[in-house]
């Protein structure tokens, strides 16, 4: 099974470290796992059909998602009719600077299937339960499928 961890993290480093959670659950269940920050560079929608599940994880700017994960949506819209852009089972992880309004921008990408166990939410710096959260969020998305 292939999954991708896709997220934008530029301030702290605070949802990397969310990400690499949620990668780390979803190897240990046997995925082979694709990290992406959005930040570095565009996600190359084409590769997307490769993947069986996907994972996105944003920071709250000014109570949306970062806007390169904007422009992944809207990429995926452009290419949704194609094979294998729709369908998958995702799961999403937030942090956030103490406001978080951002989760209500989520359910946009209800759009991409079925979301699997909740959102991740975090304020600042991620504990060591959100990030037991994440690996558990990233191993229910592996049995998902
Ligand atoms: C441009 C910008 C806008 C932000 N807007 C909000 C906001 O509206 N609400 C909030 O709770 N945090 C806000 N934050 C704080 C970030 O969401 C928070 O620091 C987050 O953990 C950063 O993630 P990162 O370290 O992965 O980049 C903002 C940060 C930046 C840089």
Redo the contacts with the bound molecule.
Sequence with gaps: MKALVL????????????AEAVAEGLREAGCTVSVHNA?EERYPITEYPEYDMISI?T??????M?GTLKTFLDDWYIQRNKPGYTGKPYGLF?????????VDSLSLFSRLGDQVGEAVI????PSQRVLDDCRELGKKLAMST
């Design positions: 997220f934008h993290s530029q301030q702290y480093g605070n949802t990397g470290k969310m930040n994880g920071p709250d700017y000014f109570s949306y970062a937030l942090s956030h600077g103490g406001g978080g309004r951002a975090s304020s600042g710096s």
